[in-house]
């Protein structure tokens, strides 16, 4: 058995496809599938089986995969702490974010990491908080990037799995077309919201679980749903209805047809946090850039 077998076996089933596998992995199709029968031949189990749906794991497979994907990711920190011996040579940090952290924290961050180690590599995926979530605690990224909502999680036990390192703090808001009637209310109350136009967010993003929060009791009319939030204030500057917004991105402002009504609940404090596994090791390319990441938010 050699890591590279465990590596040909959890990329085939993360992507559920030996070619998909054997494309990421920059190698045959041939090479993976035989490589992964002759680990099935040296652990005497049937691992991966084959169907329309693709490549799926056995009950053997399912067993093993976590001590599969530890050691993936044991050889990977292995190699890169030994490049760190000698001036952090090479590594990957393999990161999810938010829309609103890679548009402010990410871009500089990621510039000083790469001026001070140049052959460092990133693996980016950009989608809501849930997916960023998700993929922190399931391992299949480093470090996270997700906006925070207090008392909101996004998954079971969140923070009994996950560490949090808050980077920078802002507030939600309600974003409605100039001179709609409740752009200059002082006193805004969730039933306010009562028969108006709704641009709503992905399911997954926290903008959802805000708005779950901000309607109870409150009949919602929603019109559109869209993940982006730039687009959602083109929805409201073109009369569409009314979208939820975040004051950490530089978007998010008055004027040019939109006007802001903050909203005045404990939950609507939101801030920007790098997120990683408890009791993790981690890798020297990750620490590099979590050192970076709380430099930069104390520099905020």
């Not at 990711?73 to 890679?102: D, Y």
């Not at 052959?119 to 995926?125: K, L, P």
């Not at 929805?235 to 917004?245: E, K, L, P």
């Amino acid at each position: 058995m050699r890591f590279a077998q465990l590596r040909y076996l959890e990329a085939a089933l993360r992507t559920g496809s030996f070619r998909q596998a054997a494309k990421e992995l920059d190698i045959s199709q041939p090479t993976i599938t035989n490589q992964v029968q002759r680990l099935e031949e040296d652990l005497g189990v049937i691992l991966v089986t084959r169907g329309a749906k693709g490549v799926r794991p056995t009950y053997a497979a399912e067993r093993i995969l976590p001590h599969v994907v530890a050691a993936v990711q044991a050889e990977r920190m292995l190699r890169e702490e030994a490049s760190a011996i000698g001036g952090l040579k090479l590594g990957t940090v393999r990161l999810g974010t938010v829309p609103a952290a890679s548009q402010t924290i990410l871009p500089r961050v990621v510039k000083r990491l790469l001026t001070e180690f140049p052959n460092v590599r990133f693996e980016v995926d950009e989608g809501p908080s849930r997916m960023v979530v998700s993929g922190v605690i399931s391992g299949q990224l480093d470090v996270g990037l997700v906006t925070r909502l207090p008392g909101i999680e996004l998954a079971p036990a969140e923070d009994t799995l996950i560490h949090h390192i808050n980077l920078s703090s802002g507030r939600l808001v309600l974003c409605v077309p100039e001179g709609h009637r409740l752009a200059d209310k002082d006193d805004f109350v969730p039933s306010d919201l009562e028969g108006e136009a709704l641009i709503f967010p992905a399911e997954s993003s926290i903008f959802c679980k805000a708005w779950e929060r901000l309607l109870e009791g409150v009949e919602a009319k929603i019109v559109f749903t869209t993940p982006n939030a730039e687009a959602s204030q083109a929805m409201v500057r073109a009369g569409v209805g009314i979208c939820m917004a975040n004051t950490l991105l530089d978007s998010t402002v008055s004027g040019n047809g939109v006007s802001l009504v903050p909203l005045p609940f404990e939950w609507a404090h939101a801030s920007t946090a790098a997120i990683v596994r408890k009791d993790e090791a981690r890798s020297s390319a990750v620490q590099a850039f979590l050192r970076l990441l709380r430099e930069s938010a104390k520099a905020i």
